[in-house]
């Protein structure tokens, strides 16, 4: 018997749909269905726990969303160890590698233990004010230093290991994983990185300046950022799921977190899911294709 977690989207009315047709099929097989009391969704014979308990009170979770729920459900579970399994109700479905009419197969096989998992690099982001106590969050994407209300320029000192690396003058900074450098990373014109290599990825945003390349930076190492003295209204943003006001003097310490996202992955490679989803490497015309003018 397994406890199988579910983390549906925010617009739940795809995902309830899904979830009323794979919990009675769940406890047909003696396992135990658990939903979170936030989802406000509890078909009947589910058990319902708080979602900060979720990862403790599961064997597995199951995402029935898309990747910004991926990104909930790695806050939710990461850290206990639980492998997630995500089924795409969203758009683009980067993370969430598994289609709805596959959702039985896929938990079917996630249950047997035939499914592969992989492991996914996270940030530990730690975020310290002078009078405060650290705080501490995680991320499986990105931490992005950025402007909060006003559109203008932010100056950010980046050290790594504590040894100075530049000052950038731009829109803002983005540290992603390589699970992340598909993201808002990819967007601003950073590297992408095979989600099995450990390294962290140092993009600007709109730099004021030809020469501030984005680095890729190995994830033994730890990245440290710092406000220029005179800069208000900035945020750090973790996922985009937690926000904080950054102000000088204070300073944010990235590293490589000590757990792993477990992922179960579909048969796909990333080079099949980065053609298919983000249609790399595609040419638009036809001839090109073909050799043919």
């Known amino acids: ?5 579910f983390i549906l989207k925010p617009d739940k009315s795809e995902a309830g749909l899904l979830l009323e047709e794979l919990v009675p099929w769940l406890r047909e097989q003696g396992h135990v269905p658990v939903v979170t009391s936030e989802d406000q969704i509890s078909p009947s014979g589910c058990e319902v726990v708080p979602e900060d308990d979720l990862g403790a009170a599961v064997d597995l979770a199951v995402v029935l969303g898309g990747d910004g729920t991926m990104l909930r459900a ?14 795409n109700l969203g758009q683009l479905g980067f993370l969430a ?3 709805p009419s596959r959702a039985k197969e896929a938990l079917g096989e996630a249950l047997a233990g035939t499914l592969v998992r992989t492991n996914r690099m996270r940030l530990a982001v730690t975020f310290r004010s002078k009078g405060a106590e650290p705080v501490v ?3 499986l994407n990105d931490a992005v230093v950025h402007q909060g209300a006003m559109a203008r320029l932010v100056e950010i000192d980046a050290f790594v290991d504590e040894e100075f690396v530049a000052s950038y003058r731009a829109d803002g900074l983005i540290v ?17 990185v095979l989600p099995s290599h450990a390294a962290m990825t140092l993009t600007p945003i709109c730099a004021h300046a030809l020469t501030n390349r984005p680095l890729v930076i190995p994830a033994t190492n730890t990245i ?6 005179d800069m208000r209204g900035v945020l750090i943003t973790v996922d985009a799921q937690w926000a904080h006001s950054f102000l000088p003097g204070d300073t944010v310490d990235i590293a490589a977190a000590s757990s792993p996202l477990v992922m179960f992955a579909s048969k796909q490679s990333f080079f099949d899911v ?5 249609h790399w490497g595609a040419r638009s015309d036809r001839r090109a294709r073909k050799g043919g003018t």
Not at 74 to 87: E, F, M, S, T
Not at 176 to 192: D, E
Not at 224 to 229: D, E, F, P, V
């Open 176 to 192: 992603a994983t390589p699970t992340g450098s598909t993201a808002y990373n990819m967007a601003a014109g950073g590297p992408i």
């Open 274 to 278: 980065m053609r298919e989803k983000l």
């Open 97 to 99: 590698g598994f289609a």
């Open 137 to 139: 969050r995680y991320a």
């Open 74 to 87: 790695a806050r939710l579970v990461a850290d206990h160890g639980r492998p997630v399994l995500g089924i």
């Open 1 to 5: 018997m397994s406890r199988v977690g």
């Open 224 to 229: 440290r950022l710092q406000l220029g003295a």
